[in-house]
């Protein structure tokens, strides 16, 4: 079952961001998976999901094309820290490398 998050966000909206509020973005929703990891797992497992769209989205822009490697790797970096951890990534990790794109998209 493919649940939709961000119904009123369509691709067309989301390509019209510029890579700095999409990751933006994306960081927001891995926030608040970790918030949640330890008090709350479904809001934990919602807040993943969400971020996965959103990452999915980032992916399908068309203007994103010289940083499809590394949001693909965000990504199964991203699968791997919720699911078994193989590459040993932390909550500190997530938080420090989301908070770039966080000042970025401020300053735009």
Known sequence: MNIVYHKGLTSKDWSKKDIFYQ????GSEVFRMIKWKTKNKKNSQ??????LELLDL???DKGNKT???EIARVRE???????DNEY???D????KYFYGFNYAARLN
């Open 23 to 26: 990751m933006a973005n994306i």
């Open 46 to 51: 919602i807040a993943f999901e969400r971020a």
């Open 58 to 60: 980032t992916l399908a």
């Open 67 to 69: 940083s499809l490697k």
């Open 77 to 83: 970096a991203l699968v791997d820290y919720n699911l």
């Open 88 to 90: 040993k990534t932390t």
């Open 92 to 95: 500190e990790f997530w938080q």
